[in-house]
């Protein structure tokens, strides 16, 4: 790797560091005032289940890329909040499928719908070819990351040409 490109990465590196930073104080701020906001592990959860429908917890935990004992809190919390319910899995009888419920529905849907006003927010000031250049490069570097680390969840993300210099993007 050349000086130039490992000056790159590093100046992408710090600037995603700083992002997560903000986002992680965005969201406990987000959670202080707000009474259906679900914490982060647990959201995901409830994002596979109304996304794909009831599963078993394993099937939940391959999903989440994590293990079964460790989601098996956070389903227990879900459940307790009334927003995942637990049935006999049609197909075995001894096993137990997860699904959202109604609520659960219903929270998963208001939090996107803050989540994305507030982000809307953000880049109100950006052009819109701003706003999809971002996304379709948040959407090829977590591709990218996902096969780098060897769990491709997503089908990768078309490579771009890189930017005109007279049509680079603006900062926000």
Known sequence: MTEEELATADA???ALIRLVRLLERTRAQYQAENPDAVERAT????VHLVKDGPRRAGAL???VHSDPSTISR???HLVKLGYVERTADPEDGRATLLAATTEGRRVLEENRRLRNERFSQIL???SDADRAALSAMLGR?????ETFVGEPSAPRAPRL?????SHAATTP
């Open 12 to 14: 992408v590196s710090t």
């Open 43 to 46: 959201y995901l959860l409830l």
């Open 61 to 63: 935990a391959d999903a």
């Open 74 to 76: 956070q389903i227990g």
């Open 124 to 126: 109100a000031s950006w």
């Open 141 to 145: 570097l977590a591709a990218d990351i």
């Open 161 to 165: 040409p890189p930017p005109h210099p």
